[in-house]
């Protein structure tokens, strides 16, 4: 469960929002520039939360951010995966060892065949283990895309930020790792949030919905409802060959 | 040609490199990365060498480290000798006057690194030394290779600093700017032609490599392990 109570000045726009996240998995929908970047790096604690900002952030109970003690938990402590649209691999790293690179970080006296193991399961979970052994430089973005969400679980963390992960994908593999994901996420109790700007996407994988307009939070519920309109809109452009034609 | 001159100048120069380099890649990965208020003015500090007449360094130094100051006193009881006008004393100089040679290559290199890179480090727990360690250093061998090559060629041709420092003593602090200097003097100028040449070569040729762009520092052999204390499960 994440609580929110945010009061943040970037460049472009004010963040205000006050929420508590608690469904396992949450989509948070909106627009571009709508702050659901800054919101998912300030709640990884990439992003500091300075003076004049004030707020505090809570992860399944714990404080990692509050700017009343100043007290601000390094990423790395937060128990936090985060996938962005950028895949960020090491490209001095092989594919394997991008995979393993934080979990000798984060699990104390894992041995070594029990850390290839979990390379293993985390490479066949994103449907990637022929590319064990690959330069992140001989990936196409789809395939660095898959390896960047291994490598962030591996590690097992509490939360999942998932910032437009799947974007390199087309439309067929990102349902299908989506799919699988949500799945194997559920079964091991990792809350998720995903950002993502496109409705069909969160339509698609939504248990409940934040809708985030230029820095406040819209709306907050199921997404049957709370993306109502959104589904209309792409039922409307539903074409005469039966595919959808996003409009968002 | 002094051969014992010249074996003193490239032991120097190794000697100071390899300490800059130590002191040199932490620092700028401070200065790269840290979000202290004192960045600024320990910048402008590890400049100064870069303006400050190199005479003016080597007085300084002097003054630290000689019998006048309770440092130099110290510095004097703990060795048995003053820093002053020994070896030792000149590679406390040497590293003072060519650490920006040393730091601002390896501030380059470390800027350049994708942010993202730090960010995906920083977030699966790597640490400040494991991050300096297993991201920044091995995306940035060129960088390290340029300070490592600038402040050997800075730390052979240095002079100022040298003959303030360390006066003109054979064996212990003649290196061979002084040697070259003092051929000048006597007007020797055969001999004086042969000493410049050699530094004139070995500069020219330390630089072509510098400029070569080695591909095996560039992107580096693919690691199949993020670093050594993985097989342990050791932490920073």
Known sequence: MIELQLKAA?????LNIECTLAAPWTVIFGPSGAGKSTLLRLIAGLDRLNKPDSGRISVHGQYVADTRTGLHIPPGKRSIGLVAQQSA?????????NVAYG???RIANMDRDARQQRVSSMLELVGASHLADRSPRALSGGEAQRISLARA???????LLLDEPMSALDAEARDEVLTRLQTWLLEQKIQTVLVTHDAADALATAAEVAVLREGKLAALGPASIVLADERNRLLVRLNSDGAFTTIV | MDWQALALTLKLAAITTAILLCIAVPLAAWLTLGRSRWRVIAEALTGLP??????????YLLVLLGPR???????????GHPLAFSFEGLVVGSVIYSLPFAVQPIVAGFAAIDGSLI???RLLGAGPIRLVRTVLVPLAGRSLLTAAILSFLHTLGEFGVVLMLGGDIPGATRTLSIVLFNQVEGFDYSAANHTAATLLLFCILALTLVYARPKNLLGGPLRTSPGKDHAGGRHD
């Open chain 1, 153 to 159: 679980l591996a590690p097992m963390p509490q939360l």
């Open chain 2, 50 to 59: 870069l303006v400050l007449p190199p005479t003016v360094l080597g007085f």
């Open chain 2, 119 to 121: 960010d995906a480090a």
């Open chain 2, 69 to 79: 100051t309770g440092l130099g006193r110290a510095i004097t009881t703990m060795l």
């Open chain 1, 103 to 105: 979990i000798a970080n």
């Open chain 1, 89 to 97: 691999l090491f490209p001095h790293l092989n594919v394997a060892a």
């Open chain 1, 10 to 14: 970037r460049d472009s726009f004010h």
